[in-house]
């Protein structure tokens, strides 16, 4: 089967393109579709992998639901019969990959929580012994565990990669109590998403998710707790000291660093054994987290 690269509804506004998902605007509401598009270095990829967009809408779902107890999402149906029309009518387009949502007003700030020290985190630890301001012990290896899971925001950068910012300068942006307030629900999501992973022996080493304002409530708005947003380890292969192997699109940055591509577009393709190897990731997480 082929990949959903991009959607078209004929007879609508065409959808505005973010790197993986296509929104098509209903005034109020948003129609979000998860197409099998994947970034990697914030470059979108030539080729996609196939229902890796039904995979993270399924994941981001169960994840929502199991979070409704801490705080709202923007769900409304994920079920193509209560889309409006003409949505309605491609069933075999939408399924599966595609929610109506309420839309939100968001807040322009990445809510990233970490629990171990991996990727920017460690990169920054290293060069200044803390993140995001945030000072840490010395003496703490690649994947090490945190003494506490930390709140480590980054601003929403329109080009390129996105930048770590202070909780000071969250406060800034977001004013005080708005930025306080996602701090706690960032945590208690990350909080409550660690100990249900855990049990299925999967480490949530960071995650990132966004919020959005709508009548004066902060809701949970985009995609939660998938392997585009989030690194998940093997408990079983967790070794401090070293890179983890995740549950992400690692195998593809792997390939397109040993290609020696520029990290500017275009992107070379990916041969197929690598798409096979990364879907198949994407299932196992996916069949793990559900189960
Ligand atoms: N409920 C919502 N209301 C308004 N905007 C939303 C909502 N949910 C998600 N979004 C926005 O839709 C976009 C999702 O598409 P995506 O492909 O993930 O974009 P990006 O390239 O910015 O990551 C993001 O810009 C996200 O902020
Ligand atoms: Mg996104």
Redesign the pocket.
């Known amino acids: 089967m082929e990949p959903v690269l991009r959607t078209e509804i004929p007879g609508v506004p065409a959808p505005?393109?973010?790197?993986?998902?296509d929104?098509y605007d209903l005034a109020d509401r948003?129609l979000?579709v998860a197409t099998d598009?994947v970034?990697a270095f914030d470059v979108i990829l030539p080729d996609g992998i196939t229902d890796k967009g039904k995979i993270l809408n399924r994941i981001s779902l169960f994840w929502f639901r199991q979070m409704e107890d801490i705080v709202e999402n923007?769900i409304i149906s994920s079920n193509v019969e209560e889309f409006p029309s003409p949505f309605t009518n491609y069933r075999d387009m939408l399924e599966g990959r595609s929610i109506l949502?309420?839309?939100?007003?968001?807040l322009p700030v990445e809510c990233i929580v970490r629990g171990y020290l991996s990727g920017s985190g460690w990169k920054s630890y290293q060069a200044e012994g803390m993140v995001c301001g945030i000072t840490l012990p010395a003496g703490l290896k690649e994947s090490s565990k945190l003494p506490e899971p930390i709140f480590t925001p980054s601003t929403?950068a329109e080009e390129g990669h996105d930048i770590n910012i202070s909780f000071e300068e969250t406060k800034n942006i977001l004013g005080e109590k708005n930025a306080e307030k996602v701090k706690e629900l960032a945590l208690r999501v990350y909080d409550k998403a660690s100990s249900i992973a855990e049990k299925k022996g999967i480490i949530i080493a960071d995650t990132k998710m966004?919020f959005?304002v709508i009548d004066n409530k902060i809701?949970l708005?985009?995609?939660l707790l998938t392997p585009d947003s989030s690194r998940f380890w093997s408990k079983a292969n967790y070794r401090e000291g070293v890179a983890q192997d995740s549950f992400d699109k690692q195998i593809i940055r792997d390939y397109l660093i040993s290609t020696g591509w520029d990290m500017k577009s275009p992107a070379p393709h990916l041969p197929p054994e690598i798409i096979a190897k990364a879907s198949a990731r994407y299932k196992e997480i996916f069949r793990i987290l559900t189960a």
């Open positions: 505005r393109r973010g790197k993986v998902r929104i948003l979000i598009r970034s923007h949502a309420r839309k939100a007003s968001v929403k966004e959005g809701i708005v985009d995609e």
